[in-house]
């Protein structure tokens, strides 16, 4: 517990490095729900969605003209919509990898909104639990190729995510998860 946020040892015992080449973004594709979306990060879609466009694909576009930049999953929870119930609305494909419509619009200096904080900090996933937030890794059969690149690279996920952390957390609080992982 750091903060009063709950954080699984997965973070330090698993290692982990994207491999794009491997899964093609395929976390970008797969799955029964678009990526998890915070309330506040619609409004902020919704200001840059001029900005992101270019990067989109027409059938993306399509959806979010006709839905919005927003759904629903299971449980009532804001994500991104899904074409096809399927690949994110904010997909673009490239030598046949899945990249992030809204990330590259970042890149290339359109936006300073990077991409959704669930995106930012996959393979970890956030649970909002009574009293505090609980983060946890989400195993995905698709991540195998980042668990062996990780092991090469001896990258912990804690370390991987450090950019994200710091993103949702803090700088203050990514040391304190630094000092209990390195000193467990």
Not at 17 to 29: E, T, Y
Request: proline share 4%; with cysteine; aromatic share 12%.
């Amino acid at each position: 517990m750091i903060d009063k946020i709950l954080v699984s040892e997965d973070l330090k015992n698993i290692s982990f490095s994207c491999d794009l080449l491997q899964c093609a973004g395929d976390c970008c594709v797969e799955g029964d729900a678009g990526a998890p979306l915070e309330e506040e990060e619609i409004a902020i879609l919704e200001d840059y969605l001029e900005d992101i466009k270019p990067y989109m694909t027409r059938e993306g576009l399509e959806v979010v003209e006709k839905n919005g930049i927003f759904d629903y999953d299971a449980d009532g929870e804001y994500v991104t919509p899904l074409v096809n119930e399927r690949e994110c609305a904010f997909v673009w494909f490239e030598n046949n990898i899945g990249y992030c419509a809204i990330e590259k619009a970042w890149l290339k200096g359109k936006t300073d909104f990077q991409k959704p904080l669930s995106c930012h900090l996959y393979p970890v996933r956030l649970s909002k639990l009574k009293y505090y937030t609980a983060v946890n890794y989400d195993c995905w059969d698709i991540c195998k190729a980042a668990l062996l690149k990780g092991k090469q690279e001896n990258l912990p996920l804690y370390k991987y995510l450090k950019i994200p952390f710091i993103r949702k957390f803090g700088d203050r609080w990514y040391q304190k998860l630094t000092q209990a992982m390195e000193n467990d």
